[in-house]
């Protein structure tokens, strides 16, 4: 909400209403003498072991008096990072920070923080406290919900609302300390305040081996570990209290903008973001992180020691999202729940065809995991489904089913079944509608059902695909328990329908595509279990064709009408399809405001809306970011055969063909638009028979393409602040360089450029051998063309 400035004098931070660019710090963290320790800074300077702090932190950069003194570079999970002291942090004797001095001189910014804070909680509850059931402070043992906490216990009476700590059985064990220091505290303050710790049904370990590891993709651990647990533990509750329905509930939380690119575009107060009944209050969404640290000394809160570990943020130990410094850190501390986790994924990794111990590291530490979009890697233990369609019928053969058909038809409709001999025949009514279906129990655990004439009704058809999935691989997770609106769900220990209750909404089938979680994170090892089923997903999905420039063109002049009208055949136009979704063009059949502010940029700076659109398919593409992933130099020339290889190795279970298709399609890409032709990202020649690609790069690209591949890098790693060495490193996953292959000349040169914009887009400190880039806690890469787009006084 603050600037935050540095006080040299005492080494502290101060919170200022204004600051030039010099001196507005991207929200520094306070420094712990554990953290020096478990990264080895004994070795180079001398520091007492204190309860207060002793420097400060922005990013891996140290500060002690406003002056850069040390840095962490690198490390991962099986690494450690190099520690380099820079001539100012030389020999170093640190005294602990006098925080009491620190609160001092920022306790008047403090107070109207918490008084807007206070305000906030208060005006929400009088407005809301007649619509809503239960009133809950999300509780997470972290530093964000503990000043919620403290807040909200201001303004409510205790007996007004409850605190629930969810459990996701992969905390840190400081998590766990902290959350009990916090229950004890309140109830010496307020006994009648009520604390809940809520756990999904299933070990996180049990539930990996199911799920398989979580993925930026396949975020399956939120809903499962999280929420379903949270709404059930509040339904429980208001059924003690005589409630039938599912109760309406507002949540007080600890999100904050400045956390993700994504969390910045939540309305402060939103309705049914993470569950239709639930009602969403960040109480200090504007708040950075030095704010909520300062919050924290001011008002003596207990505190998650993790943070002074080096931790940033507190979650999970291992998550798909977390950074490579939150790894770093939590694999030194040696803990032993990780180590299981990270079993798990090495099996996963090794099931991909991996098995060179150094490779698997490689593959872990560099983040591959976190990118799975299919089931590849996944032991299914002989689980799966199989579907056909002959005529107007529907045919299912499920394997190793978990659930009983039968029971989860309930939500669809009423269900009359009896038994003929070896089959079973049933009738399904749906309003007016009846659909006959047959069972019939087969050798090897095969379940074979047919479904009459459901073919040419599209909705009833995906439905009962639904309802086959479920049947097959529910687990019992409780997430689409979480969803049924009346309670007539159960899911645990089996699936059971209340057929009083339930009104078939669907609502149990509609919150994922497949139906269900599991189904939808193991979908690509489907059709027979360990990865027989090729890589559709992603390689081959393109069928050989590239995006060629006359298409993206014309969908982008008329997009809509284009998506009715069009001159593709049907493969090519399924690839489109692809293509678009991958630019970030349209999602789930519908064009994206992207699309919309793109098509405008069209008609004043074409080469800027490819830049875009290359940017965006480096994000999203598996074909795209392989060969950014595998060919990091620049100046190179690939045979496609070589090409083809890389690709083999990375995915060994992939067939030759689907291996052939995605290259072809990437290389199309490249021969028929500007990504190739103009940008040189891969230039495409022949040498005889054999294309080969040349991969040259650009240093002439739009300085915003530049500034909106940062903001998009900045949702990738969850910060908004960088520095220009970091875009060099190997492995980094974007910037200019990985993308474009711009040098750092052209890059400062146009960060110097930009920063001079009469908006605060992007401050960069590039003098006195400081590279430092801060982007704008409150806008994101859509901000970023829509701000050049009024620039040129195109809207």
């Not at 008084?115 to 929400?124: L, R």
């Not at 000349?745 to 960060?751: A, D, P």
């Amino acid at each position: 909400m603050f600037k935050v400035k540095w006080d040299s004098k005492i080494n502290g931070v101060i919170l200022a209403d204004t600051a030039n660019e010099h001196e507005d710090l991207s929200s520094p963290r306070p420094v712990y003498f554990e953290e020096l320790d478990l990264l080895g800074f004994n070795k180079y300077w001398i520091y007492p072991k204190s309860e207060e702090p002793l420097l400060w932190a922005i990013g891996r950069k140290y500060f002690c008096k406003g002056v850069f003194v040390a840095e962490a570079k690198g490390g991962n999970l099986y690494e450690t990072p190099e520690i380099i002291i820079t001539e100012e942090g030389k020999d170093l004797k640190l005294k602990p920070i006098n925080i009491k001095k620190v609160i001092k001189k920022n306790r008047k910014l403090l107070f109207v923080l918490e008084n807007e804070a206070i305000d906030f909680v208060e005006d929400t509850y009088k407005k809301n406290k007649k619509k809503v059931d239960f009133i809950t402070v999300s509780f997470s043992g972290g530093k964000d919900s503990q000043v919620v906490l403290d807040i909200v216990s201001r303004v409510l009476h205790p007996e007004d609302y409850i605190v629930i700590f969810s459990d996701t059985t992969m905390e840190i064990p400081y998590t766990y300390e902290a959350v009990e220091r916090t229950k004890e505290e309140y109830k010496k303050k307020y006994p009648k305040l009520k604390f809940y710790t809520v756990k999904p049904v299933k070990d996180a370990l049990d539930l990996w081996r199911y799920f398989g590891p979580p993925s930026r993709f396949h975020r399956w651990c939120c809903t499962v570990t999280k929420t379903a647990p949270f709404v059930k533990k509040v339904r429980e509750l208001y059924e003690e209290k005589g409630g039938e329905k599912t109760p309406r509930i507002l949540v007080f939380e600890g999100v904050r903008s400045d956390e993700s690119a994504t969390r910045s575009n939540y309305n402060r107060i939103a309705l049914g973001v993470k569950h239709l009944n639930q009602l969403n209050a960040e109480v200090i969404k504007q708040w950075n992180s030095t704010e909520v640290y300062l919050y924290i000394y001011f008002r003596k809160l207990p505190t998650n020691s993790a943070y002074r570990y080096g931790l940033s943020r507190v979650g999970c130990l291992i998550c798909p999202f977390a950074s490579s410094w939150s790894e770093l850190i939590l694999s030194r501390l040696d803990l032993t729940k990780p180590k299981e986790l990270l079993k798990i994924i090495e099996n996963h990794v090794k099931l991909l065809g991996i098995t060179d111990k150094e490779k698997i590291k490689a593959y872990i530490a560099q983040g591959q995991w976190k990118k799975r979009a299919g089931g590849e890697g996944i032991d299914t233990k002989g689980t799966f489904l199989k579907s056909i369609i002959s005529n107007n019928d529907a045919l299912f053969t499920s394997v190793n089913h978990r659930e009983n058909l039968n029971e989860w038809l309930k939500v669809l409709g009423s269900v009359y079944i009896k038994n003929v001999e070896s089959k079973t025949e049933g009738e399904l009514k749906i309003v007016d509608k009846s659909i006959s279906f047959n069972i019939e129990e087969q050798e090897l655990s095969n379940t074979s059902v047919q479904f009459k004439g459901i073919v040419e009704n599209k909705d009833l058809y995906n439905n009962i695909k639904k309802i086959m999935y479920k049947t097959t691989y529910c687990v019992h997770c409780g997430a689409c328990e979480a969803e049924c609106p009346t309670g007539a769900l159960k899911t645990f220990p089996i699936v059971k329908v209340d057929t009083q209750s339930c009104i078939n909404c669907l609502s149990c089938v509609d919150f994922s595509e497949k139906g269900c979680l599991l189904a939808k994170s193991v979908q690509m090892a489907e059709n027979g279990g360990n990865m027989k089923q090729e890589h559709r997903g992603g390689i081959g999905s393109y069928l050989t064709f590239g995006a060629r420039q006359e298409w993206v063109e014309s969908f982008l002049l008329n997009p809509e009408e284009w998506l009715l009208k069009n001159n593709l055949g049907n493969k090519q136009f399924e690839s489109m399809n692809v293509w678009l979704r991958e630019m970030e063009l349209i999602y789930k059949g519908s064009i994206t405001e992207t699309t919309k502010i793109l098509s405008n940029l069209l008609k004043i700076e074409k080469d800027m809306v490819w830049e875009i659109l290359w940017i965006n398919l480096s994000t999203n593409s598996l074909i795209c970011k392989f060969y950014l992933d595998f060919y990091e130099n620049w100046g190179i020339s690939i045979p496609q055969n070589e090409l083809e290889a890389k690709l083999k190795e990375a995915y060994p279970n992939v067939s030759e063909r689907t291996i052939k298709s995605g290259i072809n399609s990437l290389l199309n890409l490249f021969a028929t638009t500007p990504i190739g032709n103009d940008f040189k990202i891969g230039f495409i020649q022949k040498s005889g028979r054999m294309r080969v690609i040349n991969k040259v790069g650009t240093e002439n690209i739009n300085l915003f393409s530049v500034l909106y591949s940062l903001y998009k890098l900045s949702s990738i790693y969850r910060r908004k602040d960088f520095t220009v060495s970091e875009f060099y490193y190997k492995n980094f996953q974007g910037g200019p360089y990985r993308l474009f292959g711009t040098s750092r000349e052209t890059v400062e040169n146009i960060l110097r450029t930009l920063q001079e914009e009469k908006d605060y887009l992007v401050r960069a400190d590039l003098v006195a051998g400081l590279d430092n880039i801060f982007l704008n806690e409150n806008l994101n890469e859509i901000d970023i063309l829509k701000h050049y787009l009024r620039k040129k006084n195109a809207i």
